[in-house]
Nanobody
Framework: QVQLVESGGGLVQAGGSLTLSCAAS????????MGWFRQAPGKEREFVSG????????YYADSVKGRFTISRDYAKNTMYLRMNSLKPEDTAIYYC?????????????????WGQGTQVTVSS
C-alpha cells in the first residue's frame, strides 16, 4: 500500500520561502515519477513539478520555473519542493502524487497515488 504524506505548508509573506516534503512508503519507487500538484479554491488541480525517481530528471510548470526546485532523497524515500519568491497566486493546497511511469506527466489523471495535501498561503 503506497502512502504519501506531505508536510511543510504554512503561511508566508509574498517574497518568502517554504519547503514542502513528501514522505513516501509502501514500496520501492524505482519505476515511478513523483509529482507536485496544487489546487486553489474554485480552480482545477494543476501540475507544479515532477521528478523521475531513479534519474532525478525534473520538469516544471512555466508559472514556477526559476522559483521552485524539486528534489528527492533516495535513501529517505522523500521528495521536496523548495519554493522561493512566493507570490499570492501560489496560494493553494499542495499535493504530492506518484505515477508508475518513466515519463513525467502534467495530467493529474495519470497519477495513481496521492497524499492528503498541505495548505500554502501567501499573503500580499
Amino acid at each position: 500500500q503506497v502512502q504519501l504524506v506531505e508536510s511543510g505548508g504554512g503561511l508566508v509573506q509574498a517574497g518568502g520561502s517554504l519547503t514542502l516534503s513528501c514522505a513516501a512508503s509502501g514500496r520501492t519507487f524505482n519505476s515511478y515519477v513523483m509529482g507536485w500538484f496544487r489546487q486553489a479554491p474554485g480552480k482545477e488541480r494543476e501540475f507544479v513539478s515532477g521528478i523521475r525517481w531513479t534519474t532525478s530528471s525534473t520538469y516544471y510548470a512555466d508559472s514556477v520555473k526559476g522559483r521552485f526546485t524539486i528534489s528527492r532523497d533516495y535513501a529517505k524515500n522523500t521528495m521536496y519542493l523548495r519554493m522561493n519568491s512566493l507570490k499570492p497566486e501560489d496560494t493553494a493546497i499542495y499535493y504530492c502524487a506518484a505515477d508508475r511511469s518513466i515519463v513525467i506527466s502534467t495530467n493529474h489523471l495519470s497519477y495513481n497515488y496521492w497524499g492528503q495535501g498541505t495548505q500554502v498561503t501567501v499573503s500580499s
